[in-house]
Nanobody, 125 residues
Framework: QVQLVESGGGLVQAGGSLRLSCASS????????MGWFRQAPGQEREFVAA????????YYADSVKGRFTISRDNAENTVYLQMNSLKPEDTAVYYC??????????????????WGKGTLVTVSS
C-alpha cells in the first residue's frame, strides 16, 4: 500500500511560480515511479508529468513542457513539481499518483492505483 499527501498549492498571479510536494508513505518510495495529474473544473483529469523510480527518466505533457519540472528525493520520500511561468489555464486541483511500477506502464489516470487527495492551484490573470 502507498499513501500520498500533496501540499504547496495556493493562489498565484500569472507568470508566477509554485512548488508542489507529494509525500509518500507505506511501500519503499524508491521502488516506483511517480506522476502528477491535474483536474480543472468541469474537465477530465489529465497527465502533467512523471518521473521514474530513480529519477533518471522524466515525462511531460506538451502543455507544461519547458515550464514545469518534476523531481524526487528518495531519501525524503517526496516528489516535487516546480511550476514556473504559470498561466490561468494551469488552474486545477493537482494530484500525485502511482501505478506502483518502476517506470510507469502508462500515464493514463485510469491506470493509477494510488492517489493523493489533491492540492488546489489557482492562477489569476
Amino acid at each position: 500500500q502507498v499513501q500520498l499527501v500533496e501540499s504547496g498549492g495556493g493562489l498565484v498571479q500569472a507568470g508566477g511560480s509554485l512548488r508542489l510536494s507529494c509525500a509518500s508513505s507505506g511501500r519503499t518510495f524508491s521502488t516506483y515511479a511517480m506522476g502528477w495529474f491535474r483536474q480543472a473544473p468541469g474537465q477530465e483529469r489529465e497527465f502533467v508529468a512523471a518521473i521514474s523510480w530513480s529519477g533518471s527518466s522524466t515525462y511531460y505533457a506538451d502543455s507544461v513542457k519547458g515550464r514545469f519540472t518534476i523531481s524526487r528525493d528518495n531519501a525524503e520520500n517526496t516528489v516535487y513539481l516546480q511550476m514556473n511561468s504559470l498561466k490561468p489555464e494551469d488552474t486545477a486541483v493537482y494530484y500525485c499518483a502511482t501505478d506502483g511500477s518502476r517506470y510507469g506502464r502508462s500515464w493514463s489516470p485510469t491506470g493509477m492505483n494510488y492517489w493523493g487527495k489533491g492540492t488546489l492551484v489557482t492562477v489569476s490573470s
